[in-house]
């Protein structure tokens, strides 16, 4: 950790600028003065990594998109997970996700397959759910592939015809969302884990049929998906617990 990334609190104690020393361990208690007040840090005067690190330990948990996209030449399937992933609006149905750039700034396989066809991709990738039953082959895809090199055949997942787009689905995955890219927004081009959101409009839903009712709603315990944290850590869905929304919530039994 780069300690000049720290900006000096004040203690409990009132002491303003505790400085007894600015190690890590140190600042969020400090044996001289008993200070355990926050740690404050300025992005700017960290490393990359340990930016990396703040947002995925705090930014939790987060869903995983199991991103399969088709190389354009149309010859290799591939599949990678992606966490930095949402759904964006309901009208037209919009998600997102974000590739990061590569340690030598370049695009990871999964953006270059599906950026617009204007930038030379095919313009389309399909998100699949990531569920307990293959958590394993979620974070095996993960395995950084020469291009070309098909993730399915490392995981052992298999591919099933999408609907509406080229690049396949994930036979196992209970949800398919196929999606046409609109934009990509790339925060730093070119430059080592600079940022890239693409956001997707989906074209074409696929659920499983024991896991949606007539009013659409998704039964959650039946998809059983896993989430990332921080580090190598994921979590599941089970322990779930319900409120209303606003006002209400404030006095509403919670289980
Ligand atoms: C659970 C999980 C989530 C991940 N989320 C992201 C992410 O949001 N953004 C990213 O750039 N890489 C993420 N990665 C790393 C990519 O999956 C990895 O770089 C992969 O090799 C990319 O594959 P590709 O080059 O075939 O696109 C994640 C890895 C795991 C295991």
Redesign the pocket.
Known sequence: MTDIGLIVGSCEAGRSGCAHGLAYAERIDCGLCGYTGSVELSPDKLAAAERYKLLIGCIVP?P??F?S?ISPDGRSA????????NGVGSNPMTLL??????ADGS???????CKPLSEGGTGEFVVNV?IDRYARQ??A?????E?GES?FELTGLTTAPSRVVKPPRVAESPVAFECETVQVVRTNPGAPAGG?IVIGRVVHVFVRDDLINERYHIDAAKLDAVG?MGG?G?CRTRDRFEMPFGRAAIEAEIG
């Open positions: 987060r995983i998109a991103v996209t591939n599949l990678a997970p992606f966490s930095f992933f996700f974000c590739p990061a750039n590569k695009e990871k396989d999964t953006l270059r397959n990531s979620v974070a895809a993960s395995e950084p592939l291009y993730e890239n990332r190598i994921y």
